[in-house]
Each structure stands twice: as structure tokens, then as C-alpha cells.
């Protein structure tokens, strides 16, 4: 089964920054790679699928990119409302892993 | 607008069962393939089980095959987990996601993919004696 591993797990950062968050697939999945935003006590909220696709209505700060094994999500100019955890996940059949997820905090 | 509104959640004993539900509204539920996502306290999300749209193909995770059984009523506009033999690992919270299904052309052909565009707001089981 494919696994994912995103770093880093915790990061820091500040209003007005940009933010990197990596996943790493252990073996190759094309773009087939979806990013998550959670908040405490909510459902996942789907930001990127097929790896650098915008879903409706998500701010265009949010960008992904990658192909094949390494995968980022970028946060461009980090809003208040952005402080949360975010997640990978490749589907592509069943089962359909998750990251670990990264926590991202005000600093 | 697409909702989903999953239910069933309680406190229930080691080796007990329960039967959740996920109602669906907003959107035609027969056309859509549908799964269960849990997330345990603490923890990120784990996919638990796949339906498709009308029944017929079913996958579960390793760790729930053999005690947990996906299924749907298209009639009713409703997706169903009945979860038996319950174990402490298996309290989290669980949420019902919407599929949409797509294809990504490759040198190699078609790969077919998706993605959970809509989730709803969860249920949580608690299994603790």
C-alpha cells in the first residue's frame, strides 16, 4: 500500500508569511494527490485535488504543485483564518491514505 | 447545497455494536460513490470504507474488514456503516464523504482517480467500558 509523510508535523509561522507544507508518496502517483485544511471540532476542507487544482471557492494564496513522488502545498500570504492543520491524501483505488498532517500555529 | 449529516454516534461497550447513517441532500446521492473517514482524538484522518453508487463494489480498510459493513439506500438517500465487535482503537469520530470521481491521461493510459470534495460533521463513537 502507498503511505505518505508530510513535514514538516508542526510549523510556526506568522501573518503576512509564506508557508510550505511537503508530502512525500512512497512510490510514484502521478498528480493524484488531494490537500485538506482541518479546523478544531470540523470536517477536513478540501483545498487542492489532482495535486495543483484549486477547489471552488478556496483563496487563491492556497497553491499546490508536484508530480509522481513529491507534492507542496503553499500558503502565499498567511491569513489569520489559515492557522489550522492540513493534510495529504492519494486516491487512487482503495485504500486511500492519509498524511500525518501538519499543524501550523501563529507564531 | 450539498449536505451531509451523518448520526448514530454513542458510548458503547468493548465487543458491542452500532449502526451509523449519513442522510444526503443537495445533490442526486444514486450518482455518487460514497466512503467513511474516521479520525480518532488526536490523531488525522483514516479511510475506513467505499460504496459505489449503486452497491456493487464495497472495499473496507484491513483494520475494520470482517467487523464493519458499508451499505446504502438509494431510495432513501442514505449511506449506512454497521460497526460490530467494537474495540477501544475504534473510537474516533466518522465522518460520510462524497466522491468525485475523475481520469488523469499518462504516457501509460488512464489513471483513474478522485477526490472527497464533501464531508459531513461527523459522529463520534466512544467504545469504553
Known amino acids: 500500500d502507498i503511505q505518505l509523510a508530510q513535514s514538516p508535523s508542526f510549523l510556526s509561522a506568522s501573518v503576512g508569511d509564506r508557508v510550505t507544507i511537503t508530502c512525500r508518496a512512497s512510490?510514484?502517483?502521478?498528480?493524484?494527490l488531494a490537500w485538506f485544511q482541518q479546523k478544531p471540532g470540523k470536517a477536513p476542507k478540501l483545498l487542492i485535488y489532482?495535486?495543483?487544482s484549486l477547489h471552488s471557492a478556496v483563496p487563491s494564496r492556497f497553491s499546490g504543485s508536484g508530480s509522481g513522488t513529491d507534492f507542496t502545498l503553499i500558503i502565499s500570504s498567511l491569513q489569520p483564518e489559515d492557522f489550522a492543520t492540513y493534510y495529504c491524501?492519494?486516491?487512487?483505488?482503495?485504500?486511500?491514505?492519509f498524511g500525518q498532517g501538519t499543524r501550523l500555529e501563529i507564531k | 447545497e450539498v449536505q451531509l449529516v451523518e448520526s448514530g454516534g454513542a458510548l458503547v461497550q468493548p465487543g458491542g455494536s452500532l449502526r451509523l447513517s449519513c442522510a444526503a441532500s443537495?445533490?442526486?446521492?444514486?450518482?455518487?460513490?460514497m466512503n467513511w473517514v474516521r479520525q480518532a482524538p488526536g490523531k488525522g484522518p483514516e479511510w475506513v470504507s467505499y460504496i459505489s453508487s449503486r452497491g456493487r463494489t464495497i472495499y473496507y480498510a484491513d483494520s475494520v474488514k470482517g467487523r464493519f459493513t458499508i451499505s446504502r439506500d438509494n431510495a432513501k438517500n442514505s449511506l449506512y456503516l454497521q460497526m460490530k465487535s467494537l474495540r477501544a482503537a475504534d473510537t474516533a469520530v466518522y465522518y460520510c464523504?462524497?466522491?468525485?470521481?475523475?481520469?488523469?491521461?499518462?504516457?501509460?493510459?488512464?489513471?483513474?482517480?478522485?477526490?472527497?470534495?464533501?464531508w459531513g460533521q461527523g459522529t463520534l463513537v466512544t467504545v469504553s467500558s
Open positions: 491524501q492519494h486516491l487512487n483505488g482503495y485504500p486511500s491514505p
Open positions: 464523504a462524497r466522491v468525485i470521481p475523475f481520469d488523469i491521461v499518462v504516457d501509460s493510459g488512464v489513471i483513474n482517480t478522485g477526490y472527497f470534495d464533501s
Open positions: 489532482d495535486a495543483s
Open positions: 443537495g445533490f442526486t446521492f444514486s450518482n455518487f460513490e
Open positions: 512510490q510514484g502517483i502521478s498528480t493524484s
